[in-house]
């Protein structure tokens, strides 16, 4: 069921627009136009142009409250905007403080372990690295060289040069270590050593004692930085939690400010000598129009214009559905396709019964039909999946139809078909000969849903005042006669009954075809409209064959696409006759593994293709007849603060 819509207008006091917002617009589902472009007929309109100042307190509410750990806390909503303001100010001022200092203790600690990983090769040496540094007649170099310029070195090169080498540690492909050289012989050394790739090490200054002692104080240094650190994290901690609820409280209310702020986008401004009012528009649905007014009358600060036949000037009205529990998880389907208009009919309901109707005549099983029933109904229950409450409810009528044809979990010898078994059943037909029976029925029922989506068009046209669409289209009235006339001529072949008289046979065939061919110029006749031919008499008589042919062509495959229905049916019992086969069923030795494997198998497969043909059928074959699908979605102003 569609909601009517009425349009309507509120005014007062620019300084009031707050208190509306936060006292009626969030009780109230109101979905907001901009008063600027809408309200052409009001003049010297101006929108507002202040920055919402409650965006980055709330931004900085929402990065605390990331912060709390997993657990629950009570908001506190008492908090007063003043108050609140006040405590994300001076929380922000004490945690970029605390930031700012653990920053720099990062940096710290990032420094001291370079300084590690520096010195670490050169751990083994037994030197006071600060005195070594800085001696007065010799010279000292850290580095790494390659091990196979190493062993160069050691066996060529040391007993000519004046060197002393003491060795660190070695990695798989270089030694660390220093040389020692005389300040008179460091110069040919150094050229030396860089002949063979020697990459110095610089070590500052400022190390204590031997490259061992110097690294286990920087550890020591480390172990105290990152203690520093993490005394930081807990300051940040236990402030954030020592004022959780207020916290999640004015991150609430914020929430709140700021998007009631943001209604001054929507609205308009109208400035005056001595004063300065607002005015916002929107769409509301009828009943919270009377209950707004009616809460309203004794404000004296806020004036309410409803106006009537909005849509009729400026644009159609949005769409909301209201429909019942059990209906309700089907409007996935229709937002999927479109939202109705506001004059269409809403198809929740219909969708609704077809849909889980055919989806348990194609999958017809006890068993399986109650394993979606259950399954699906927790989850909805628990996560509120739409999809899983379609799927529950069509498992219902899986089940039902699983008593008609006699099978659960694929076994058709523990409870008695209550109607037929799909797989065996035959119908004896005039002209056509032995024919599956669930074939017939589903060609039948197919027919029946054809003439009942042309009744929904008809409706549809008649609300939209479209007497071409209703009168002449092979959807509209002329459609139904047609297609009615057809189907009775059917049934009546297929009963052996005579069919009436040539004149009829005219009448109620010949008839809708002349109004499908010369639609067009039927139409203008009626809305009483002089429009010439566009294209010549012959241009058009050809145009028109081609497009009867074609709509003769859509009524076949329309009424033959119905035949799946029970295709699956029967393909389904096939199915789960494998399955008993593949689990010994028929020799007397069941095998439950293979049959619980088997019926998951068949269950989920066959679910989803069969729920995708019947969403197919709904989608190609019903709404193409009668639905357009071209409203746009309501969108409430208190919708988008929660």
Known sequence: ????????????????????CEVYLSKYEMQLENAVTELKTTDNLLPFAEVNPYKDPLAKAEQFAGLLPDKEYRANLNVKKDEILTLIRDMNHRYLELLEEKELLTKKKEELQESISVLEPFRPLELD?????????????????GIDYYRRLEKYLFGDLNVLFFEGTRSENYVYGCYVAANADVSKVDSVFNSLHFERIQLEGGYMGTPEAACGSLLQ???????????????????????????????KRLERMSANFDVRKKAARIEE????????????????????????????????????????????????????KFFKPFEMFIKMYGLPAHNELDPTMFVALTYTFIFGAMFGDVGQGLCLFVFGGLLYLTKKVNLAGIISIAGVFSAFFGFMFGSIFGFEDIIEARWLRPAEAMTNLPFIGQLNT?????????????????????????????????????????GLVFYGFLVLTIVLYMTGHTLPGNILLVLFLGGPVLCFVFKEPLGNLVRKKKEKMKESKGMFLVQAFFELFETMLSYFSNTLSYVRIGAF???????????????????????WVIMVFGNILVCGLEGLVVGIQVLRLEYY?????????SGREFQPFNEQIK
């Not at 930085?225 to 991150?251: C, F």
């Not at 017939?440 to 409706?459: E, P």
């Not at 789960?576 to 689990?583: D, G, R």
């Open 1 to 20: 069921m569609i909601v009517k819509m009425k349009f309507l207008s509120i005014s007062g006091p620019r300084t009031d627009i707050d208190r509306v």
């Open 273 to 324: 000598e001595d004063s300065e009012s607002y005015i916002l528009c929107g769409w509301m649905g009828e009943e919270d129009v009377d209950a707004f007014v009616k809460e309203a009358e004794k404000d004296s600060r806020v004036f309410i214009m409803v106006e009537e036949n909005r849509e009729k000037y400026f644009g159609n009205p949005p769409t909301k559905l209201k429909n019942p």
């Open 621 to 629: 074959e019903m709404f193409s007849r009668f639905y357009k699908g």
């Open 221 to 251: 240094d480390v172990e105290d930085t990152q203690r520093k650190i993490e005394e930081i994290d807990q300051e940040i901690e236990n402030l954030v939690n020592s004022h959780a609820s207020e916290l999640l409280g004015a991150r």
């Open 438 to 478: 669930v074939f017939v029925i589903a060609i039948a029922f197919g027919m029946a849903l054809n003439l009942l989506v042309m009744v929904f068009n008809i409706l549809n046209a008649a609300k939209a005042h479209d007497l071409e669409n209703m009168l002449f289209s092979h959807n509209g009235l002329a």
């Open 129 to 145: 690295i600060g005195k070594a540094l800085k001696y007065q007649y010799m010279q000292i170099r850290f580095g790494r060289i």
């Open 569 to 591: 049916a029967v393909s389904h019992a096939a199915m789960m006759e494998v399955v008993l086969m593949l689990s010994g069923v028929p020799e007397g030795h069941t095998n």
